[in-house]
C-alpha cells in the first residue's frame, strides 16, 4: 500500500437486527418502529439503527457508550464478524457487506488488525507465536514473521518475555501482546474493542500512552471502542457516542465536553476533568483593540490544565493566545480558566474556531 | 382378555422366518463379500502382525528400555518411570513377559486405529450439530450393546483371528476417543476463534492452529480412555484368537486355575496402571500453560 493512501472508513445507513427473521422488520424500523416494540411485538433485538459515520484515515475514532448499546457490535462489523441487516461499511472505498467468503477472508488479513478486550491470546503458543500468527495466517516465511514480530514486542515494551506463556503475563503484558499481534499485520485500519477494559486504572493509563506514542509514527485509522469517557476524551480524535443502537452525539473531545447533544451526554460530561479536555481558546475573550502584546503567551490548542500549569510562575494580568505562527487570537485570565474547570456545565461559551 | 395378560407378540412362524431371512441374507453376503472384506483388512493383520513381532521378538532388555523412554519423554517423571519399571520386571519375572507384550502390541494398534478414524469423525461432529445428532446415537450403541453380539457378525464375516479380534476391540474402544474429540473441540474459547476469524484464518487454519491445540488435552483424555477401555476387552478378545494376556485368562476360567487367573489378570491390571498414568501425566504437561495465573 506504499503508492495509495489509504481511504478511511465510511458506515453508512447501518442497520443491524438480531433475530431469525431480521429482514422482514427492517422497513418497519427504518420508518421508526423503536427498539421496545420491534422486541415486543416480534420478538426481535435491535443492535444497530441508521449508523453514519465518517472515520478519516489516520485518526482515533473512539465509539463511546454503556453496555448493551451496541458498540461492540457496532466494531463487528467493520471487519464483518457480525453481517449487518442494511447498510454499507466502506473501508478503503471498498463494501465490506458485499464481499465473497475468500475476498473477506484476504481483507482481514491484510487490512484489519484486532484486539480484544479479554486478550484472545493462543494460550499455546508463547508470545513470539502470538505476535506472529496474523502473518503466519497471511502465508509470511517464518524468519520473515519472527522478525517483523521482534520489532513490535520490543516496540510495546515486552522484549526479553519473547517465551514466555500468556498465562505467565500480567493482563497489562498480555494485552501488549495483543497489540503487538495486531500491529505486525501492518494493516491500515486497527479495530480496538474495549482493548482497555479489563485493565486496572494504572496500567490502563500506562497504556493508552503507548498507544498515543504508537500513533504518532504508525498514523493507522484506528477505532476505539470503550465505555469510559475519560478514555474516549483522551484518545479519541473525534467520538461517537452510542446509546440503544443509535448514535447521538459525533464530534471532537470539545465538541463533547462543551456542547453536549442531550441530557444524557450531559449527565456523562458532568464528572469528567474539563481542564484536561478543554482548550484554551475555548474560554478565551475575543481581542480588543487595547490588547498589547507583551504579556505572557500561550499557544491555542492545549488545554486548561497545560496552560495553568506553564502559566503558574507568570505575572498576574491578561494572557495572550496565540496561534503556531504566534498571531494573537485572544486573551484569558486566571479567573477565566479557574472557572472552566470548574463549571459543570456552561453553556455560554463557545468556541472562536 | 388374554392380550392383557400376555403381550400380543408377533406370530411365531412369521418371526422365525424373519429371522432366518436376516440370517440367510447376512450368510449369503458373507459368502459373495467375505474374501473381498477380508483382504480389505490385510493391511491391517500386517500392521498388527508386524508390531506383534516387534514387540516379542525384540530382545526383552531393548523393549523395556523404549517402554520407558516413552514413558520418560510423556511424564517427565521419575517416579512414574520408576513404578513402570517395577511393574514390567515383576511381569517379566513371573514370565508373562511374552503374553504381556502381545497385549501391549495390540493395545497399540487399537489406539492407533481408535484415533486415526475417531479424530476426523470426532472434528466433523464437532462441526456440523447435524452429524453430531447422527453419530451420538450409534456411539450409544456401540458402547453399551454386549461385545458377545458384535463378535458374531465379525466372525462370520472373518472368522477367528486377530483381525476380527482387533475390530471388536475397536468398535468397543472408539466411542470415548470420537466423543471427547468433539467435545474438546467445541469447548474452545469463542473469543480465541473470534480472534482467528479476525485476523483472516481460514477452516484449515482454524483447525489445525487453534481448534486442534487447544483441544488436545480433551482428546487425550479420549486417547486415554479408549486405552482403558481397550485392555478391558482382552478377555474378551482371546475368546475369539487374540493372543496375549487374556488366553491363560480364558484357560483359567475353563479350567478353575486360580493362581493362573489372578497373575495374568494383574499383569493386566499393572499394564492399564502404567498406560494411564503415562498418558494422564502426558495430558498434564499439556495443560500447563492453560491455567490462568494472572486474572
Redesign the interface.
Known sequence: MADHAFGGIRIRHLYKIFGPDAQAHIEAVRNGLTKAELNERHGHVLGLRDINIEMPSGSIQVIMGLSGSGKSTLIRHINRLIDPTAGEVLVDGVDVVKMAEAELREFRRHQTAMVFQKFALLPHRTVLDNTVFGLELQGVPRARCVDTAMRWIERVGLKGFEQKYPNQLSGGMQQRVGLARALANDAPVLLMDEAYSALDPLIRTDMQTVLLDLQKEIRKTIVFITHDLDEALRLGDNIAILRDGEVIQQGTSQDIVLRPADDYVANFVKEVNRGRVVHVEAVMSPLTTADAAGGPTVAAGITIEEAVRSLAAAPEGDITVVDPAGKPLGTVTFRQLAGAMVNAHDGGRRAAA | MDWFYKFPNMNDGALRDLKKLIDDGFRAFTRAYGDAIEGLFTPLQHFLLAADRFMTQTPWPIILLLILAVAWFASRSLKIVASCLVTLMLIGYFDMWTDTMRTVAMIFVCTVISIAIGLPIGILMARSDRVQRAINPILDVMQTMPSFVYLIPVVMLLGIGRVPGLIAVVIYAIPPMIRLTDLGIRLV?K??L?????????RR?KLF??QL??A?PTIMAGINQTIMMALAMVVIASMIGVQGLGQPVLKAIANQYFTLGVFNGLAIVGIAIMFDRVSQAYGKRLQK???????
Open positions: 474459547d473469543d480465541v473470534e480472534a482467528a476469524d479476525a485476523f483472516g484464518a481460514d487454519q492452529k487453534v491445540p487447544l488436545l500453560h492453560r491455567e490462568i495465573i494472572h486474572g
